[in-house]
Each structure stands twice: as C-alpha cells, then as structure tokens.
C-alpha cells in the first residue's frame, strides 16, 4: 500500500486526488499546496487524505512517501522532480513534464541513476474514443491514412489578460498555448498515426494575433508535421476568441475514406468511404473528458508502480511531443522547416 504526496491539489489537481481515492493501491494522500483552506476542504471531500502542508519540502523529505505528484506551473516541474528524486520518490508530473527538451533529460537521468520511475501525465489516450481512433486506422479502414488535421478555437482571454497568472507566461509556462494547451493536440496525433513511425521534420507558425501581452506566449499557433512517406498531421489553435465557433470539422483522411470527428457526444466518430452511407463508429464507455481521463491516467500509473508493469505511456511518447514543440518554436522564428531527431524506441499498444 503506498501513500502519496500530491503537490497542488486545489485546481486541476483535484482530479489527480480522485485518482488516488479510487486507487486500492494507495492507502493515504498527504497534500500540499499555497491555500491551507482549500487543502483542508479537500482533507473533507476525500477520505484518503490524511494531512495537509503549505510546504512542499517538507512532504518531499517525508519518510512515508513513496510517490511525489507535480501539479504545478512548468517552471517548477525540473526542480520539483530532482528533489523528490534525491529524497529516493517516485515522481508523477503533469503535461508537459518540463519546458524544454534538455530539462526533460534531466529529469529521466535523476530517475535512472536513484532507480525511481517517471511517469508524465498523457491523460487524453485514455479516453476510448481515442483507442477506437487508433483502431480504425491501424485496421485499414480508412486505406492509407494521408492527413490528420485539427483545428481547436477557444476563449482563454483570462489566461492572458491577468499577467499575474503563471500560464502562457513565456518565462513560468515556456512559451503560450502551444506547449501548454496544444501539448495535448500533438501527442494525440502522433498516437493516431503511431503506425507509420515518428515524423521526419515540421514548419510551424506562432503569434500574438487576439491580444497585446508582451509578457505572454502565442495565443494562435499552426504545426504541420511531416512524414518519410508523405503523410501530414496539421493542426491549428487559437485561444482568445471573443465568441464561440461551434465545432469545426477535424479527422482523418485516408486513401480508402475519411475518419471525421463530429464533435457530438451521441456520435462522435463517422466513418465515410466513397459510394457508402456513412458509419457512426461505436464507442465504448468509458473515461471521457478532461476530469475523467486524468483520474484514469493515475489510477494507471499507479498500478504499474504497485504491480512493477510496464505503462500504457511510457517516456518517448512525451519526449517526442515536447522536441515537437521546442522545433515548432525555433520554426516559427527562423520561417523554415525544420528536422526532427527523436524516433519511438517502443510501440503503443491499442488497448490499455
């Protein structure tokens, strides 16, 4: 039975907590974070939690803890996790696990030479719609999947407007939404079309084009990744719109047909193939949402660290992400392509 330290519990965090709660692994959580109250309102809702600190040192040298959990502002996710690593934890962190690639090195050496393992939260891939995706395509359904493109339009203004507030912040996040919020876009993508290996090279774009925030990162980013044989992923997101813009059409295409994400909670994949009646593709129950997808990925991790399995998500997957975006970046600024190194060294099954 492990217990668990949990460090900022009280905003998304709480997810992570529930995670924990659900987990017949996990005997008892002890928190840590900024607001006491809200610590303590949490000590109520969940019967795990056994003690609450506004030092978060203090629960990383604690003997009982077997498992550090880093739900903080990116800036914080290196050092965090090197402490927690010297003190012998284990270490959970959030997406992305650091802002840059060489952070991210560090922290899997820290973990390799104390013999700790490093999970990164990858919450989206387990939803089962994704896996449903990644069936599709990996049984042909489509043909040859082509392109994969995604265009997300959102309102975050407030993340921009309040210049206290760490997120998009250039410094604490590392850049704007592209490593914060589009993190979650490309290693959905890049899970969708695991089959035809890790993309060769990117052009990106990124830009300030709905406010003036000197002090902030990209409210609007473009990323088309390239592969050997030709195939593109493309993704475009915006974060300060002022109005709503419904769902905007997203999928798959393929030689054979086209993967279509609706948008609808009723049916929200449809398979179209040419001279046939569109399919509305079956989804599971199952963990949907952010909330929900969040308490699955730890549950999971948790279990691999109890059983000594291996994890649904191991480190390439966000490794390869996270040198996406530092490229996607660099891109951005010099107006050119730009290739990528890093490959898959495992492959990710279909089913958790």
Known sequence: MMHAGLIGASSFGRHHLQGYQNSPHVEAVIL??????KL???????????????DYHDLIA?????LIDIVLPHDLHLPVALEAFAHG??????????????EFEAMIAAAETVGKRLFVVMNLLFTPMHRVVRQVIDAGRIGR????????????????????????????????????????????QLYFLESLG???????????????????????????LAYQNGARIHLMNQWTARAPMGEVPSGVLGTGGALVF?????????LRRPERADEAIPVPDGPSGFAESVTACVEHYVECLATGREPY?????????????????????????????????TRFPAEC
């Not at 840590?32 to 109250?37: L, Q, W």
């Not at 890790?198 to 473009?222: C, R, W």
Request: net charge positive; glycine share 10%.
């Open 262 to 270: 609706t948008g609808s909670h009723a049916t929200p994949l449809v």
């Open 198 to 224: 890790a993309p060769t090279s990117l052009m990106a774009d990124n830009a300030q084009i709905g406010v003036y925030m000197p002090s902030k990162g990209e409210d609007f980013s473009t990323l088309t």
């Open 32 to 37: 840590a974070g900024r607001n006491r109250g």
């Open 313 to 345: 998500v191991g480190l390439d997957l966000p490794m390869l992400t996270l040198e996406i975006i530092t490229a996607a970046y660099r891109a951005a600024v010099e107006g050119r392509r730009v290739a990528l190194k890093t490959g898959f060294r």
């Open 40 to 54: 303590e309102e949490l000590q109520r809702q969940f019967p795990k939690v056994r003690a609450v600190t506004t």
């Open 62 to 66: 604690d003997p009982r803890i077997d």
């Open 145 to 188: 999947p082509f392109l994969s493109f995604e265009t997300a339009v959102r309102n975050a203004l407030a993340i921009y407007e309040n210049s206290d507030y760490w997120r998009a912040d250039r410094e604490r996040c590392g850049g704007g939404l592209q490593i914060d919020g589009g993190f979650h876009g490309v290693y959905r």
């Open 89 to 102: 934890k284990h270490v959970l962190v959030e997406k992305p696990p650091a802002r840059t690639v060489a």
